[in-house]
């Protein structure tokens, strides 16, 4: 019998993920009886779940029985209490697991002026990347078969980042020259769904469109698309660096993914018009 697909935490990139799972059997989890389930159908189940709750995990047993799952990992690490979290890994470990997918960011390559791939070493210098690094160290020490995907900016329908920074004329806080590296969400999950299906993936790998953008270049481009004033930027000692820019030649070869939306300024035209 073919495996599950359990979806913990099915926001924005999950729908996605969803969407290319849509003939296979899922389950996605939201915290309480009251959260929206639109995309409950006869393939798609939800399950009650709050991961920092151990109260809710009994309903873990509502998946079925003798069935190997695929688990995808997606809640923000700031919603995940890092007093439990292992815990609960402990419990998803009690279900007979083919995979198990951290979605995480490349905040934990830091804000240094390096190229950075799959196989960079992080530099956490910030809150926000040691938030993540933790996250991911408890997934890749408690799972066995633990596996991490690095997502950059994600953009898409209904997503498209500092739209309301531009239209509501506020400053972009960060370095002009600063750059920016971008995912398109369909990618993002086509790579989840892709790195699920190798055999022995590599237990980290990046997920971005490969070609980093300067901030300056970005938010005037979508500036000038949505008839707004030029972008005003703030930038001191205690605002963002030029940050790293992101190569997903390694992935590529390794994974055999390869993203369709490299160029953003194509992507951006259709999603403001």
């Not at 979290?85 to 934990?108: A, E, G, H, N, Y």
């Not at 020490?141 to 500092?162: C, F, K, S, W």
């Not at 989840?192 to 299906?197: A, F, N, P, R, T």
């Amino acid at each position: 019998m073919s495996s599950i697909n359990l979806i913990i935490g099915c926001g924005y990139l999950g729908h996605s993920l969803l969407h290319l799972l849509h003939n296979q059997y899922c389950w996605f989890t939201h915290r309480s009886e009251n959260s929206i389930h639109d995309v409950e159908k006869e393939n798609r189940r939800r399950l009650v779940i709050d991961i920092n709750d151990e109260s809710s995990w009994k309903n873990i047993n509502e998946l079925p029985e003798k069935q190997t799952v695929i688990i995808y990992f997606m809640v923000p690490p700031g919603k995940v209490d890092r007093t439990v979290f292992p815990d609960f890994i402990k419990r998803l470990c009690q279900l007979d697991i083919k995979k198990s997918i951290m979605i995480s960011s490349t905040v934990v390559y830091g804000n240094v002026e390096r190229v950075v791939d799959a196989d960079s070493e992080v530099k956490i210098d910030s809150l926000r990347a040691e938030r993540q690094y933790l996250l991911e160290r408890d997934w890749l020490e408690n799972m066995e078969t633990g596996l991490v995907i690095r997502l950059a900016g994600l953009y898409g329908p209904d997503r498209v980042i500092g739209r309301n920074a531009i239209t509501s004329n506020h400053i972009i806080n960060g370095h002009p020259d600063g750059w920016l590296n971008l995912i398109h969400v369909d990618d993002g999950a086509r790579l989840v769904k892709q790195i699920s299906e190798i055999e022995s993936p590599e237990s980290i790998e990046l997920a971005c469109d490969g070609n980093p953008i300067r901030r300056y270049d970005y938010y005037s481009f979508l500036a000038k698309q949505l008839k707004q004033p030029e972008p005003k930027f703030h930038h001191d000692g205690n605002t963002r660096g030029l940050g790293r820019q992101c190569d997903n030649k390694i992935t590529i070869s390794r994974t055999g993914w390869q993203p369709v939306h490299t160029d953003f300024r194509k992507v951006l035209l259709n999603l403001i018009t």
